[in-house]
């Protein structure tokens, strides 16, 4: 069953030294709260797994949280490069990170696999490249009906998987709608999880039958963080912040710059200030639900 | 505003896709081709997004690709996995339409890095979807600027596979997609040859000359024994393309 806590406290009682921690969400609903507090608990030596590291790990790796990332497309979107992951990777700052590199088709279908419950991934990929020459991770099987090759990787199961939904109701179900990514795979995955929510409600209400509802004993802890996904978007909420999204390319090129950005906006704040950004990018929708209700009880 | 090679690159691309098309579009160049021919001569192609979203039809460019402008315009959207193993493993897309950092004459693609991999002058983005992408869709078409550095003799790594070492590989490796059938550059437009499969120019943009082709490729290049002057871009597809731009700066 979910338990609703405070950030801090979901973070503390969830994640571990060493763990392996996806943090998913594909462009939408990217748990940047939930990140931040990590990085302010000093965790260390984590693996972090995600398609698309995004900002949210080029802010972790930068803070010196992780030694190994787990990826298939490692930028900022439309942008250019992670630089904070650039500088790990080529120059070990602030610590050395070790990568395992594959395609989202992979990495997509190993989520689904760690949600079913096997072992590895089969599917129709990496025809002639060079990814498997350098991560011994994908391998191939044969079919035992066809004789067709078929690529092989593990299945994803993260110590901890984060992300951020939409709602919460009352009895600690968690809602998502729009881009769904892979984040209900890997919930599902996980041993452990925790899912921030823009709003908690008593009921979902009126809602298409296909929506999709990860029902509260696939959850661990849930902590309302209104605008937790910020800089990235929340549907019906806010939009994606672009203009975030470029200035990052300044702040992270150089380590001082970075570091008192992320003295100013993520040590010396708290999980409250995500609300103020993303009633910005609201355009008014923000917090409409009547039902709204305090998290923290 | 696009200099006029930038420009006249987009709209040769967009002229590429066909109404009837459903198109996996790579973010960038990819998606203002995609979206300008959309736009223009196609009103009914698919354009779909690996982040899901089938059918969109954006009213501005996204800068990621899986702004929320592709989910609220789409016709649906699909969770990652299901876009990857039904809908692209599937067999489901005529078309994908990809950029890319390196490419070679057989038009195989780097997005990986430059130099060795273990320890890369340049560490770039790496394949994303394109890998598989690049044998599932029908065809590909590929949008890149032209230079020297980016049009290589030999690539650091294969991200994504093209004809290979040309011939028929594909069809040995057991690929039954056609892989990439059309290049189009700031230059010109590039097709394969149907025996060899190299990469080679079949049509030249108002004003370029061979030797300015030639000089922005690391590979001799060769020439379609018919080569075509790209026609020049028409008024219609130049606002259309403007608006569209116009319209991604102002709400950003």
Known sequence: MSRFLTLAEAVESTVRDGDSVAMEGFTHLIPFAAGHEVIRQRRRRLTLIRMTPDLIYDQLIGMGC????????????????????????????????????????????????????????????????????????????????????????????????????????????????????????????????????????????????NTVILPSWTVGAIACVPGGAHPSFAQGYYKRDNAYYKAWDAISRDRDSFLAWMKTNVLDKGPEAFAVHASRMGAGKFTQSAQNVDAAE | MADASTEMMTIAAARALRNTDICFVGIGMPSAACNLARLTHAPDITLIYESGTIATKPDVLPLSIGDGELCDTALTTVPVVEMFRYWLQGGRFTVGFLGGAQIDRFANLNTTVVGPYAKPKTRLPGGGGAPEISSACGEIFIIMRQAPRSFVDKLDFVTSFGHGEGGDQRARMGIKTKGPTKLVTDLAIFEPDPMTKEMSVTSIHPGVTREQIEANTGWPVRYAANVAATPTPTDQELTVLRELHARTESRL
Not at chain 1, 139 to 144: A, K
Not at chain 1, 168 to 186: C, H, P, Y
């Open chain 1, 66 to 209: 992780a030694d190994k990332l787990v990826f298939s497309w490692v930028g900022n979107p439309g942008v250019g490069s992670l630089h904070r992951f650039r500088d790990a990777y080529e120059n070990g700052w602030p610590v050395p990170i070790t990568i395992e590199e594959h395609s989202h088709a992979a990495m997509a279908n190993a989520y689904e696999a760690g949600a079913a419950g096997l072992p590895f991934a089969v599917f129709r990929g990496y025809l002639g490249v060079d990814l498997p020459k350098v991560n011994r991770n994908i391998r191939h099987v044969t079919c035992p009906f066809t004789g067709e090759q078929l690529a092989a990787v593990p299945a994803i199961r993260p110590d901890v998987t984060v992300i951020h939904a939409l709602r919460a109701d009352r009895a600690g179900n968690v809602l998502i709608e729009g881009i769904v990514g892979v984040q209900k795979e890997a919930v599902l995955a996980a041993k452990r999880s925790i899912v921030t929510v823009e709003e908690i409600v008593e009921d979902f209400g009126a809602r298409s039958p």
